[in-house]
Nanobody
Framework: QVQLVESGGGLVQAGGSLRLSCSASGRTYSIVTMTWFRQAPGKEREFVAGIERSGGTTKYVDSVKGRLTIPRDNAKNTVTLQTNSLKPEDTAVYYC?????????????????WGQGTQVTVSS
């Protein structure tokens, strides 16, 4: 089993920044890709960004490109999400997810492990 724990959420004004972190423990050798999803109130969970641990290939949803990034120099078994120029529509619970598959995919059902989530609230 793999356990994922997110941290770094909070309340920030529009235009501000937060750095989210996800720490993995347990059988981390089985993890190939790590990803961030988010879910706003009344909306479905959506893919935000992900990284393939071996080669460092990243993938982002179009709405966050240029504002939210996953640094390639993550510490072992950790993935961060640097969020800049935040907008009120970025308000959501942000979840870390991991899978044994080789490629970052945007389908939540294909992920094997999930964290509990961390709340990000952006005020206008």
């Amino acid at each position: 089993q793999v356990q994922l724990v997110e941290s770094g959420g909070g309340l920030v004004q529009a235009g501000g920044s937060l750095r989210l972190s996800c720490s993995a423990s347990g059988r981390t050798y089985s993890i190939v890709t790590m990803t961030w999803f988010r879910q706003a109130p009344g909306k479905e969970r959506e893919f935000v960004a992900g990284i393939e641990r071996s080669g460092g290939t990243t993938k982002y949803v179009d709405s966050v490109k240029g504002r939210l990034t996953i640094p390639r120099d993550n510490a072992k078994n950790t993935v961060t999400l640097q969020t800049n120029s935040l907008k009120p529509e970025d308000t959501a619970v942000y979840y870390c997810a991991a899978r044994r598959g080789m490629v970052v995919v945007d389908t939540s059902q294909l992920y094997d492990y999930w964290g509990q989530g961390t709340q990000v609230t952006v005020s206008s």
